[in-house]
């Protein structure tokens, strides 16, 4: 789950982390009073939305007077903002955040995350934050300092300044530095954390550490035990059809596609999409129904995948283990009866009664084609898409 910039920043200032003085504004009438309240010469008008890259798709205004300001919140307010980590629609902006403006003396990127190949949670530090982070990373791999955490101990101090050391810090800021890291590792442990940045973490004219940017991404899974977290979800940022299918537990991803898929298990969805791609198809969504598939679920998934603008056919994928596929075939025409399905249709069932199941959909009065063969059913997918 994603939270906005100035909830990572309300977290931050809880953990003695140091961050600009902001007000969070949802009408532009609000800007000129916000700017005076925040007092200086210089304002930061920075679109909130879930999508990163926002500076390069226009959505962080540097406002020099308070009329530009109410000009660039007036912008912003109530538009999408498109970005590279966005598609062709971008992000609706229905908040922004008017920020006091920093003298900055140098720039820094710092980061936490899951690193699998490790087995810990890795700091990630640069000299050369910015926009072009992720450029950095491509291209220079080398400037990316990486330092695993032990996950069963706790950051220390010395690790902190090794860190600091290897950014070339001075000595004078290695207190605030650790401050800050012993902060983002305390949010990173104790919410469930996938990933934390600061991008740029800066350091100001006056020589203080300041996040001047903040994201986290929390893990879905673990929000049943962190509730304040789960609060902060904002699901206009989420895409409606996702939304929907998190409701009836379906793992769901939209696409571009033109194949919609239908699989239980996250590893034969996977199979099953680049199945498609290798037989000249492309899918329009990933969606997994889960091992205790049932005839509700599996309308619900037909209404989602057929909600696709793309979508000009249907692959069922099922591999019966744990649920008969006798039942899966019942349920799957229940479901097309309570949907209206228009679409065409493949099946494929394997697995426990496999043969029962594809009997039933055979004998239905739907328009249904029924297949064994998981290569000759991507195949005819792909050719009814066309």
């Known amino acids: 789950m994603h939270i906005h910039e100035y909830q990572a920043k309300a977290l931050f200032k809880r953990h003695n982390i140091k961050v600009p003085n902001l007000i969070v504004i949802s009408n532009s009438n609000e800007t000129r009073s916000s700017c005076e309240k925040l007092g200086g010469s210089v304002w930061v008008v920075k679109a909130q939305v879930h999508a990163g890259g926002r500076g390069k798709g226009g959505g962080v205004i540097v406002c020099h007077d308070i009329e530009d300001a109410v000009k660039a919140s007036e912008k912003l307010l109530g538009s999408n903002l498109i970005t590279p980590q966005t598609d062709s629609n971008g992000q609706p902006i229905n908040q922004v ?213 793309n979508v000009n056919s249907i692959l069922v994928n099922i591999f019966g283990g744990i649920v008969r596929c006798d039942l899966i075939a019942s349920g799957i025409l229940q479901a097309i009866e309570k949907v209206g399905l228009t679409l065409p249709i493949i099946v494929r069932l394997e697995g426990t009664n496999a043969k029962e199941g594809l009997k039933i959909l055979n004998g239905s009065d739907f328009n249904i084609i029924t297949e064994a063969d998981l290569t000759k059913a991507a195949k005819q997918a792909v050719e009814m898409a066309k």
């Open 97 to 309: 955040v008017i920020e006091a403006g920093q003298e900055i003396s140098k720039e820094l990127y710092l980061g936490l995350l899951v690193d699998r190949s490790t087995e810990s949670i890795t700091i990630l530090a640069s000299t050369e934050g910015g926009m072009d982070i992720e450029e950095v990373a491509s291209e220079s791999p080398e400037k990316i300092i990486k330092q695993p955490v032990d996950p069963l101990g706790e950051l220390s101090i010395n690790e902190c300044n090794d860190v600091a050391a290897k950014l070339g810090l001075n000595l004078s800021l290695y207190d605030q530095f650790a401050s800050t890291l012993i902060g983002l590792y305390s949010i990173f442990a104790d919410n469930d954390a996938n990933l934390i940045e600061i991008n740029p973490l800066i350091i100001t004219k006056q020589n203080e550490i300041i996040a001047l940017d903040g994201k986290i991404d929390f893990d879905d899974n673990a929000l049943y035990r962190n509730e304040a977290i789960a609060n902060l979800r904002d699901v206009e940022q989420e895409d409606e059809k996702e939304r929907s299918a998190s409701e009836y537990q379906l793992n769901y991803i939209s696409l571009d596609g033109t194949v919609g898929c239908m699989v239980n298990g996250a590893g034969l969805a996977m199979a099953t999409m680049d199945l498609i791609e290798y037989h000249g198809g492309s899918p329009a969504n990933f969606l997994d129904v889960g091992g205790g598939t049932t005839a509700e679920r599996v309308a619900k998934a037909f209404e989602i995948i057929q909600s696709g603008k």
